[in-house]
């Protein structure tokens, strides 16, 4: 069993930046790719960015290619979402997530544990 605690959310205006965070619990966070989603007002929940557990695989969809990074510490069991150039219809609420397998980066269903969520919103 693992748990995800995601913390960084809030207000910023539109420009700027956040760092999102994810805690992990267990021992062995390194096994897993995590990814990062997030549900806007009146949308399904949208793939934002993965990593693999070494770190040597990263994807992200290509409207958010540029302007969010995710990275990982193991040795903190933490995945960071760095959000940059934010705008107003990145306000969501943005999930942590993590899986086992190594494919299908995009599709929630895939993913064995997720975090409650952290609030970004975005004003103009």
């Known amino acids: 069993q693992v748990q995800l605690v995601e913390s960084g959310g809030g207000l910023v205006q539109a420009g700027g930046s956040l760092r999102l965070s994810c805690a992990a619990s267990?021992?062995?966070?390194?096994?897993?790719?995590m990814g990062w989603f997030r549900r806007r007002p009146g949308n399904e929940r949208e793939f934002a960015a993965a990593i693999s557990g070494n770190g040597a695989r990263i994807t992200y969809p290509d409207s958010l290619k540029g302007r969010f990074i995710i990275t990982r510490d193991n040795a903190k069991n933490t995945v960071y979402l760095q959000m940059n150039s934010l705008k107003p219809e990145d306000t969501a609420v943005y999930y942590c997530?993590?899986?086992?397998?190594?494919?299908?980066?995009?599709?929630?269903?895939?993913?064995?544990?997720w975090g409650q969520g952290t609030q970004v919103t975005v004003s103009s």
């Open positions: 997530a993590a899986k086992y397998s190594t494919s299908y980066d995009y599709t929630p269903a895939y993913y064995d544990y």
């Open positions: 267990g021992r062995t966070f390194s096994s897993y790719t």
